[in-house]
């Protein structure tokens, strides 16, 4: 959600010392006037959306100005050379205007507007402990291999090591190519259906993950480390995660239902090779995805 900060601003692009000639009257929301152009309060409250209303200081809101005023340099620079008649910049344009519709009808009409509670962040940290009461730092050694590559009697042996080196020598007996990789892993960083697994592993123990292409990783346990998140300090990130889940959980339920009265029909087939949608049938084809498939920006990684 923006924050306005325009008094606050105002106050302190005052106290900046701009050296410029004053632009408008006393109470305009001009800030500067590039040539023609001008830079308003309110493309500064764009600017520093993201930045806590206490955090701004006269420092930071010259420098946003003084990227804005760049920018605007470049826009006008663009604007004579009639870069926005150009066929790909047309394009761009209209896809940047696509997703800030998206966004902004998702923001306002989706999704939920009652924040998670502190009883459900509460009950999120009790039932997720790998996450946060007996979160473990993970230091494990991979072998990457080629999953054809383990059979069945590999298999077993690898079911019976307790170490580094025992893996790496059931390998080396059975000529199985790998590569190594040692690496420590938090909870955090995992799918969320690997926890289980690793909430489980003690030193010596051998987890064997798939993985795309056909490779499957053999990450031996070297050590953990226990490492763990009070729900004080967890709190701000639970309620991140809850209220994105919600928002996730909202645009199904949304698309499933625009969806179910949309009519969506397939012109091209999609899975053909790019270099044949050419022309008026792969704008066409482009077009018709697009409309069946508004996509929002998505939702941040849990953290």
């Known amino acids: 959600m923006k924050r306005q900060h325009s008094a606050l601003f105002a106050a302190l692009l005052a106290g900046c010392s701009m050296h410029h000639s004053p632009v408008g009257s006393a109470g305009s929301q001009v800030v500067v006037k590039v040539n023609d152009k001008e830079i308003t309060i ?58 800030v519709l998206a966004q902004s009808f998702a923001a306002r009409s989706v999704f939920a507007k009652t924040p998670p509670t502190a009883s459900e962040e509460s009950d999120y940290y009790k039932q997720n402990p790998v996450l946060f009461e007996e979160r473990k730092i ?7 291999v080629q999953k054809a590559d383990l059979t069945d009697k590999i298999r077993a042996a690898l079911d019976a090591t307790h170490s580094v080196d025992q893996v790496r020598d059931v390998l080396d007996k059975h000529e199985v190519r790998y590569s190594t990789q040692g690496m420590s892993i938090l909870p955090e960083q ?16 051998l987890l064997i993950i798939d993985e795309p292409d056909g490779q499957e990783q053999l990450m031996s346990v070297t050590g953990t480390q226990d490492s763990p998140v009070s729900l004080e300090h967890a709190r701000p990130l639970i309620r991140r995660y809850l209220l994105n889940r919600q928002h996730e959980q909202a645009m199904q339920a949304f698309l499933k239902q625009s969806k179910a009265v949309a009519k ?29 498939q508004p996509a929002p920006a998505p939702a941040p990684a849990v953290e």
């Open 42 to 99: 309110n493309q500064v409250n764009v600017a520093l959306d993201s930045v806590e209303a206490e955090q701004i200081t006269p420092e930071l809101t010259r420098s946003a100005v003084d990227r804005l005023v760049d920018e605007e340099l470049l826009v006008q620079a663009a604007l004579k050379s009639n870069l926005d008649r150009d066929p790909s910049v047309v394009q761009s344009m209209e896809s940047a205007r696509r997703q």
């Open 138 to 144: 993970f230091q494990l050694t991979a072998f990457a």
């Open 190 to 205: 995992l799918p969320i259906e690997r926890l289980p697994l690793f909430a489980q592993a003690k030193t010596g123990d």
């Open 264 to 292: 969506i029909t397939y012109v091209r087939d999609l899975a053909a090779p790019k270099a044949a949608m050419t022309g008026d049938a792969a704008t066409s084809a482009r077009g018709v995805l697009a409309n069946g």
